[in-house]
């Protein structure tokens, strides 16, 4: 490497740091005049590169006495400005057209402007879905009173996740449980509500088509024709003897087969094998089941019981990430208060205001200075200094 | 009995401060000159010093000044400042103070 290759290693490397401009220069003069100083004492390009050091290594040792741009201060201030439009937007959409089921939508304005631009990538669109989910949901739910199976449209949020974030097999065996449940719902709404009963035997897909991507030996293929033939009993009982009460148990088979092999890590060498994996997947299908019990029991509640499909991309958040960033549950927390402000307090006037609790947490929990700047323990050593 | 003295890692990792300081007080040096001559008396990585150069300049402890050299490539000197000097003084007296107590630990075990 010549003395110029590692001069403009260093500069791409601090840059792509964030390094303020006036550092990046005076480390990389320092550096210059260190290379020339090392060249007349007659070192080679490559002993003085060992003796100063990597890009990285250097940026290390320095990174304390640095200044580091966080983040551009013009996108920082839109965010800052979108509270102020959501709010007049709110009270242009409700008091100028009366329309305040819609009107409250416009304060999910404040975490999606805040993820267009600070979330990049994949991220990005993995992010938004909540936010496009609801939209569509309340929409089509006002409009043409779709609640249910509307509600399917929750399921973007683990399916964008899948098809962004993983490859090849995993992609069709995450997907899977999804895009079935999907199928199940939609054709027992729209077709023919008896097959919420023999429908069912569609989740031996799941299953089948995990074992179908993996090599087979003896056990898979067992099992493959106990699930085969379980969804045989499963229908033929439920047809010829009108058993669908009790039909379900055929697949009690294949799964206590599966336990007596030993199979409990199947599943994970299938496709699960990431704990979060998991605990996303539960949290998925609990709060379905919630979602649907309390729909179903308590009835004509369609309108508002989505918000427990809230609880999902929470959990998911909350898995992943714990609780290292408060802002991100805000969003939800918001909404799911205002519904209930709305729905059981009739406060539909002020229930908007919870939403300024998102740009709220966000200022009180931002550990970042708007613009820059990370400078450095040195400041504090002088500060401290006593001599 | 001796003096309580507070080990702290301030000292631990002003051992190379003090070091540093004290050789250009004694010589005022360009930095690839400080750079070798420590990294081999102390068996250091050298790419750890120019670090601590530049911290030090930015606490003001050092100044730097810069001339032409013989052989082509301009020299960065470096130059304690007062502000290093009472630094270096305060470094030397816990170092001393640390070096002796140590003494007399060690010595008194010997006489047991």
Known sequence: MSKEQFINELTSYLKARNVIESD????????????????????????????????????LALRDTLSIR?????????????????????????????????????FLLI?????????????????????????????????????????????SI?????????????????????????????????????????????????????????????????????????????????????????????????????????DITFESELGWRDKKQK??????????????????????????????????????IYIHNGIKHPVSFMPFIATITFMILGTFFGLWDYAWLVYLSIPIVAIVTDKKPGITIKKSKVLEEIDDDSI | MFRRYNLNTQFKKGILDLVILKSVQDQEMYGFEIIEKLSDLLSINENTIYPILRRLTEQKLFETYTTDSPLGAKRKYYRITERGKKRLNNYLNEYNTFINNVDEILNRRNDQ
Request: no cysteine.
């Open chain 1, 24 to 59: 990046i220069k005076a480390v990389v003069e320092d550096y210059k005049e260190l290379y020339g100083e090392a060249q007349d004492r007659g070192l080679s390009d490559v002993e003085i590169f060992e003796k100063l050091g990597t890009p990285r290594s250097i940026y």
């Open chain 1, 158 to 262: 683990p399916i964008s996740a899948i098809i962004l974030k993983t490859k090849n097999k995993d992609t069709v065996i995450g997907l899977s449980p999804f895009v079935i449940t999907i199928i199940y719902f939609l054709v027992a709404v729209l077709i023919n509500p008896e097959f919420y009963r023999y429908g069912f035997a569609m989740y031996a897909l799941i299953p089948i088509i995990a074992i179908l991507l993996h090599p087979l030996n003896t056990k898979r293929i067992t099992m493959l024709i106990l699930i085969v033939l379980a969804v045989f009993g499963h229908l033929f009982a439920g047809f010829v003897y009108d058993g669908w009460s009790y039909s379900w148990a055929a697949y009690l088979v294949p799964v206590i087969f599966g336990i007596i092999i030993g």
């Open chain 1, 111 to 155: 975490p999606i402007s805040a993820i267009l631009i600070n979330v990049k990538g994949s991220d990005r669109i993995i992010s938004l879905t909540p936010f496009i989910s609801i939209v569509i949901f309340m929409i089509t739910g006002f409009l043409f009173d779709w609640w249910h199976p509307m509600w399917l449209i929750f399921f």
């Open chain 1, 279 to 316: 605990s996303t997947l539960l949290s998925l299908i609990v709060i379905v089941a919630v979602y649907f019990a309390v729909s179903y029991l308590v009835g004509g509640i369609w309108n508002w019981s989505w918000i427990i499909l809230l609880l999902f991309p929470m959990a998911s």
């Open chain 1, 70 to 106: 966080y983040v551009s201060s013009n996108r920082n201030k839109i965010v800052a400005v979108s509270p102020f439009v959501a709010i007049i937007l709110f009270f242009i959409i409700g008091l100028g057209f009366n329309l305040y089921d819609y009107a409250w939508m416009s």
